[in-house]
């Protein structure tokens, strides 16, 4: 999200004048988009604003945008005075009026819109992604889960019109993009606010537009997920078989502690549900904190079972992370940091030996991926599957090779726990594709891993 942020915030200046350049040094205006979902995230933004000091001699201006933005407000001019801009996300759409201020030698703020009904829509997106076009769907959220940060950074849930939604999904596919990645902190509590349409409605209406041939999305909250997301999945080739679902925990204690309002019984019926598909194998990853204040021994090894229940393709790991404004940052009972530290390394061997072996299912298969980019020093292409798997391949003497962006058929010959290997299959095999989808004309992709933060 902060990535696409950063995308719209370049297409927005640009539209004023501005020359997007590829370096700080080449700059007059430096935006830096910041992050302060975890600790470490926030330390490295003053870390690196130290770093650009030395730039003002040059005459540069600063400006900082996003969550640390937002959270630390007017205290970035006392700790970094070459700054000159500092605005949170909600009020982007006034960044014109403030860059003009900057340009006369004022300081401008952003920091009181949280509360706005407007979304972040502009005329002109500096798309920096080859492969795949990033659409915002809902911005903020009211959740307010006991450690996160983001309702107070980025305000409360708003959706777009999913009319505003589907006009910039065909001016993508006009542009020649094949694939869209729906945006949101939960794309599952997007209503639109004129036609009602619900989260499966506004999914299934992108996958119909022409040209497109992959659709993502991120992400959902258990809570909303509803069986009508799935429903469209199965029926619709160009949606993606797979599907992000942050569980957080398995101790249904911990989840309630959380304020995620689901149970580890509810979150596992979703997966029924989404296992149940007619037509589809859909791959699941999910979000995991371990340590959050108050959890035991016992509760940290319900999470470990959940793992070995649900068999995810791809675990995004965290050790809590105490956060300022969130109700855990008051709870009893904090866990220790080396205690964290274990249980992270104790959750990730464990989900590693589950990616092992459900990678390894896919070998022999004939799956289509799409072609992200080329490595010429290790003679191979880099593939995506529908599922989100990284799949690298070979071309065979006498094939040639396929472009950026071609959807090819790719037959499995190994497998790691992150990634797969394989060789460019004949296009006759396109027709038989043993991966999870009905013989549609293309297939999408997914990256899923185990990854640690922190
Ligand atoms: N809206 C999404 C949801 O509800 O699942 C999550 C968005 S959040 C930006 C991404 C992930 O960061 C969360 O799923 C959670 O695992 C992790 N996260 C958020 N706050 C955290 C904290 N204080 N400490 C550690 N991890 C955190
Ligand atoms: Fe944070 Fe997601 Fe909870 Fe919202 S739903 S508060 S973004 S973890």
Known sequence: MN??????????????????????????????????IRDKAEQKVFHRLAEFKRLQKLGKKFAVIGCVAQQEGERIFERAPHVSLVAGSSSYRNLPQMLVQIEHGERATGLDDRNTE?????????????????VTIIEGCDKFCAYCVVP???????????????????????????????????????????????????????????????????????????RGIVEAIDALPTLCDHVHLP???????????????????????????IRAAK???????????VGFPGESEAEFEQTLTLLDEVQYDG??????SPRPNTPAIAMQNAIPEEEKTARLATLNERQREIQRANYARHVGEVMEAMVEGH???????????????????????????????????????????NSLVGELADAAENGNLSATRPAPEHQPRSEPVTHSAL
């Not at 675990?315 to 809590?320: A, E, L, N, T």
């Not at 799949?391 to 950026?404: D, H, Q, R, W, Y």
């Open 118 to 134: 407007e979304t972040f829509e502009t005329e002109f997106t500096a798309r920096t992604n080859p492969h795949r076009g990033y």
């Open 279 to 289: 037509h589809r194998t859909i791959s699941l990853t999910t979000d995991i904190i």
């Open 375 to 417: 490595q010429p020093a290790r003679g191979q292409i880099t593939g995506r599957t529908s599922q989100n798997k990284t799949l690298n391949f070979t071309v065979p003497e006498g094939m040639s090779a396929p472009g950026v962006g071609a959807y090819v058929p790719v037959r499995v010959l190994r497998s790691y726990p």
């Open 315 to 320: 675990v995004f790991s965290f050790k809590y």
């Open 3 to 36: 990535f696409h942020d950063s995308e719209k915030v370049a297409g927005s200046l640009v539209s004023q004048g501005y020359r997007q350049v590829q370096s700080a040094e080449d700059a007059d205006l430096i935006f830096y988009n910041t992050c302060s």
């Open 247 to 273: 569980v957080q925990s398995g101790s249904s204690r911990v989840l309630s502690a959380m304020a995620r309002e689901y149970t580890r019984e509810m979150y596992l019926e979703r997966i029924e549900w």
């Open 152 to 226: 107070y950074t980025r305000g409360r849930e708003r959706s777009r019109t999913s009319e505003s939604v589907l006009e910039e999904a065909r001016r993508i596919a006009d542009s020649g993009l094949t694939e869209i990645q729906l945006l949101g902190q939960n794309v599952n509590s997007y209503l639109d606010p004129i036609g009602r349409k619900s989260f499966a409605e506004l999914l299934a209406a992108v996958g119909e537009v022409s040209g497109i041939r992959r659709v993502r999305f991120t992400t959902s909250h258990p809570r909303h997920f509803s």
